[in-house]
């Protein structure tokens, strides 16, 4: 589903879930049902924002860490 790009089986994989007795997974199927269209546009659509995704993350990583690097100046 996720390599081949076949959102349109996530409702069937969603129903086998809440047939499992795996509750943590009854979780994560009613987190993906509170926004389904664009979970399955995300699993069928050829582009997707990953490589902004881990621009945030560079930045997200830099800010915690207090250091965004250091140069010296000279004349």
Do not use: K, Y
Not at 43 to 55: D, I
């Amino acid at each position: 589903m996720l390599t081949e790009r076949e959102g349109q089986r996530l409702p069937d994989w969603l129903d086998a879930v809440r047939r499992d007795n795996l509750l943590s997974l009854h979780t994560l199927a009613a987190g993906i049902d509170r926004d389904r269209d664009a979970v399955i546009a995300g699993l069928t659509l050829p582009w997707n924002s990953g490589t902004a995704a881990v621009s945030c993350l560079s930045s997200s990583v830099i800010t915690r860490s207090g250091h965004v690097g250091s140069f010296t100046i000279t004349s």
